[in-house]
């Protein structure tokens, strides 16, 4: 798409006939010219009054006679210089009768008309022709009232980099990067005025998406950028998505792209060659008003144009019955009718885009709430299926350990006189001696129980006291004289216990020894030690067995 202007769309129009003031000793500048030829004053005034970027005339010499064709230069410039050998003519337009305006924030945009003074965007050509807008609008402006949803934002500053052909070395060079800062203010860069040609270059760091440029222009030497070029190019260069020219010295320039570039990858200032001393390249600042395409492509942005409101329409209606009234219904009005029907069927596919666009959206959202409903319930089934399992393999291991734990102790405990009497020594027994402890990740650890030792020491205290009487009976039988025995070491007192007094008996009187039935008690307690540490031992080896 191209959205180059040009200078003959204006020519069959009427002449509006404005006023010219003359500067003698003046001369407009000679990179500014848009044609030159041999006329009269008349005509060459005439001729620009028909141009919308023709801002002047200059010629060498005197002024000349009504009737004298002599040759003249017309100038998209109104910056003049001091030369007694020429005579310089400034077109008088007075100011429109609108606003410019930011969309809704300060630095944010696009650029909007903000006043009675709004028209369809194909009438701003014409608008320009016969009065001066704050800025060179060639393609139109929409109407704040027009703008839906959140502000654009000028991506030039968040994703971008920018560099530029050369550098002029003064103070007045403030760098590639000023351009594209987002600041607007008297800062701008400089390139050489060698006459060769210079450009600038603003490379984005990822596709954006662009619906309005705004240049603003440095305040002295405006007509240095006429006939500069803007090209934006996609990503990875190839053909021009579009481009423009400067055909005129003004303060600011805004184009609004319709529609909207997609996937821009840079954005190119270029001027062409110029004689040395004009061809150099400056300005402010340039403005992009757009987003990165990836929240574009995912509808993360909610900026959009409505059809132009019913008030432009009918001023142009207006329009159109009274120059049929008057009878006056020229090639202005036959535009205007062809302006307002467009502006109908525009409305129309606005409305129904909107639609469209809705329902999509809609579908898409409902959509999207049944894929994560679905992704729930799954995840969900899985999850009890999965703690079912480790449910029932928790079970099996419990019921395996109980089971060989019980096989194990029946085995150990020998004959008929070392299993415990009562219903207590079965399961009760086997539950105390190893319980199962169940981790969280599944693995099964089995602890021996403190019942379980006590009564495996009570068991091995009475075989203790039956080994010691039927020896003390076998012993009495023989007719041999028992052995004293050595008398024990006493215990040494618990924490909380009074000490035993020194040279006091464990029991019985003093120099008696030692019943029979203490002194088995005694002995019996080496085995109770020797079973301990046999328990201990094979409860290791059955929990290393199982983990």
Known sequence: MKFRQSHARLQPLDSVGHAYSTQRGAYLSQSASIANGTFTLAEARSLCDTLADCMGITHHGAEPKPDERIKLFLKASDEFWENADHTTYLKQ????????????????????????????????????????????SPLGMPACTQLRGEPLRNVAPLYSTARMSSSYPHEENRGAAIARDGVLNLSYFHTQCDGAAQWWRLDFTEPVGLWQLALHNRPD????????????????????????????????????????????????VRLPEKPAGEGCLHFLELEAFGAPQQQIDDGETSFRVTAPSATIAARTADSIALAK?????????????????????????????????????????????????????????????????????????????????????????????????????????????????MRGNGEVEVVGGARAAARLAERAAARGADAAARGAAERAAAGGAPTPPTPPTPPTPRPGQPAPRAGSAPAGNAGEPAPPLLRAVFSGGLSVL????????WLKTYSDHWR
Do not use: F
Not at 95 to 113: D, I, V
Not at 242 to 259: E, H, M
Not at 390 to 414: K, Q, S
């Open 93 to 136: 337009r007075p100011k429109c009768p609108l606003q410019l305006k930011r969309y809704r924030r300060a630095s944010h945009g696009p650029l909007c008309c903000d006043s009675g003074g709004c028209l369809p965007s194909s009438e701003y050509a014409a608008l320009e022709r016969r009065c001066d807008l704050p800025a060179a």
């Open 221 to 268: 030497h405006r007509y240095r950028l006429v006939g500069a070029t803007i090209v934006a190019r996609p990503v990875g260069g190839g053909a021009p998505l579009a481009n423009a020219t400067v055909a005129t010295s003004r303060a600011a320039y805004v184009w609004t792209l319709s529609p909207p570039l997609a996937r821009v990858g840079s954005l190119e």
């Open 325 to 437: 009234a008057k009878g006056t219904d020229s090639a202005a009005a036959q535009a205007a009718a062809a302006a307002a029907e467009k502006l109908k069927a525009h409305a129309d596919k606005a409305a129904a885009d909107k639609l469209k666009r809705d329902a999509d959206r809609k579908a898409a959202a409902t959509a999207a709430a049944e894929k994560t409903a679905a992704a729930k319930a799954k995840a969900d089934a899985a999850r009890a299926a999965r703690d079912e399992v480790r449910r029932a393999a928790a079970e099996r291991r419990t019921a395996e350990v109980r089971g060989r734990g019980g096989a194990a102790e029946a085995a150990r405990g020998g004959g008929a006189g070392d299993a415990p009497a009562g219903g207590d020594d079965g399961d009760g027994l086997m539950d105390d001696l190893a319980y199962v402890a």
């Open 530 to 537: 020797l079973l301990l540490a046999a328990q201990g031992a």
